[in-house]
């Protein structure tokens, strides 16, 4: 059973733009003047088409592909943070349409971890609080919460961060941070959507190694970027544009971080 599997998935924005339209007239003194008026026009733009997808327990999959082309979205339909024009989308075979919107937070406590590019740490409250800040919300016994909070810190190498406040941290360290919260919940999936935009490459590495002993654990991994050394941390890259899935590469056993490199960097130029 996949954990993730979404059927002809479409997603049409409708957005209404307010049009300047001028005309030349005369007052009634004969003069002419210039008469404006801002009319409403509704514009429908197709950001997702016919998407099919699946990911098992154990993927480890990133989505790959210009600004623009829907990778973000197709993750917010994926997670269950958004939903689509048309078509299903099951998370470990419940069809997320139609269910309300604790049934939706439920599923993505259970199921998702989220690490952002952008972090959206509540800047008030130390290290140790926004990483617990998903278990508070589900109002979970406080101390499987300290239990939980002080056994990823310690997996992850940032115990020292605790008492810390987010600002008091580097960009490194705030990355850690937030994987710690996306994985606090024992979630089943790591959604990442670029979490390595905001890092050096020391850095960037650094938390890529991360994701791959995650991954060597049974993590699944499901993630955004537009970099090719990235993706090759990957068992498969799925290229993105227009809206669809244009191409997969999928890695061979045996092959190499370094092979697979140079395999998604001619996936990266054929489609560019």
């Not at 993750?75 to 269950?80: E, G, P, T």
């Not at 939980?148 to 310690?154: C, G, L, Q, T």
């Not at 997996?155 to 919260?181: E, H, M, N, V």
């Not at 938390?207 to 699944?220: P, R, S």
């Amino acid at each position: 059973m996949a954990l993730i599997k979404a059927v002809n998935l479409h997603k049409v924005f409708i957005l209404e733009i307010g049009v300047k339209k001028e005309t030349v007239d005369q007052d009634i003194k004969g003069k002419m003047q210039t008469l404006r008026e801002y009319i409403d026009v509704t514009k429908s733009i197709t950001v997702l088409s016919g998407i099919d997808f699946s990911i098992e327990e154990g993927d480890y999959i990133v989505i790959m592909g210009p600004s623009g082309s829907g990778k973000t979205t197709l993750l917010n339909m994926l997670s269950a943070i958004d939903i689509p024009t048309k078509g299903t989308v099951h998370i470990n075979d419940q069809l997320t349409r139609n269910l309300s919107d604790n049934k939706l937070a439920n599923i993505r406590y259970k199921y998702i971890g989220f690490d952002f590019q952008n972090f959206y740490f509540l800047e008030e409250l130390s290290v140790r609080h926004n990483i617990a800040s998903p278990l508070v919300m589900q109002e979970e016994d406080e101390s499987m919460i300290i239990e939980r909070v002080n056994e990823i810190a310690e997996q992850l190498g940032i115990c020292d961060l605790l008492d810390k406040y987010p600002k008091q941290c580097s960009g490194g360290q705030k990355q850690k941070i937030a994987l710690a919260r996306a994985l606090v919940t024992h979630p089943k999936i790591i959604v990442a959507d670029e979490p390595t935009g905001n890092l050096d490459s020391n850095n960037a590495n650094m938390l890529m190694q991360i994701f791959d002993e995650l991954n060597h654990k049974g993590k699944t991994i499901l993630m955004v970027t537009h970099d090719c050394w990235i993706a090759s941390y990957a068992k498969k890259v799925l290229y993105f544009k227009d809206g669809k899935i244009v191409e997969t590469l999928v890695r061979k056993d045996g092959i190499s971080k370094e092979e697979f490199f140079l395999e998604v960097l001619d996936l990266n130029s054929k489609h560019n």
